[in-house]
């Protein structure tokens, strides 16, 4: 049984981090969806709204385990029993970025993190952008699915 963790804010959680859930499913028996939840960087959704966002995605789906977690992502990754960490990558900002993240959690953890490049058409997905459209009330349905959960 091997089981991974993708930790992340998302802030909110998009088709572009969705599809990376699906990359991981051809490696890994099961995925762990770990909502980070970070006292200084309180987002935009609530925690609530975003776990309602992701347990109603993901409901019927055996192998995939949707949750919260406030602790270094190391930490919970072994807590969960997850052998890797997952993350996503678009471009070289975030290679950058993703490389001494997974640099130190190896180091102090010994944990290796798995990562996988976004398909093409999710590239510019940026949950960022997602949340000043959705501020200013454009329709983001194209970029995250069933976005009325997360009001
Ligand atoms: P964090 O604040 O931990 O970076 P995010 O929710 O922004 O959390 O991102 C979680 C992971 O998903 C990161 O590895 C990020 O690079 C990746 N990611 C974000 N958007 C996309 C996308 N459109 N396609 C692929 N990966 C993405």
Do not use: W
Not at 79 to 86: D, G, K, P, R, S
């Amino acid at each position: 049984m091997k089981r991974c963790l993708f930790p992340g804010s998302f802030d909110p959680f998009t088709k572009g981090h969705e599809a990376i859930v699906v990359q991981a499913l051809e490696l890994f028996d099961e995925v762990v969806i770990g909502i980070g939840i970070n006292s200084k960087k309180t987002g935009l959704f609530t925690i609530d709204k975003k776990l309602a966002h992701l347990s109603a995605l993901y409901n019927h789906e055996a192998r995939i385990k949707v949750t919260t977690f406030q602790k270094l992502t190391v930490a919970f990754c072994k807590e969960m029993e997850c052998t890797h960490i997952v993350r996503g990558l678009r471009d070289t900002k975030d290679f950058e970025y993703e490389k001494s993240i997974g640099h130190m959690n190896r180091a102090i953890s010994g944990i290796e993190t798995v990562f996988f490049l976004t398909a093409l058409e999710h590239s510019a997905l940026n949950s960022s952008i997602i949340r000043e459209m959705y501020q200013n009330g454009a329709d983001i349905s194209s970029f995250v699915t069933n976005p009325d959960l997360l009001v």
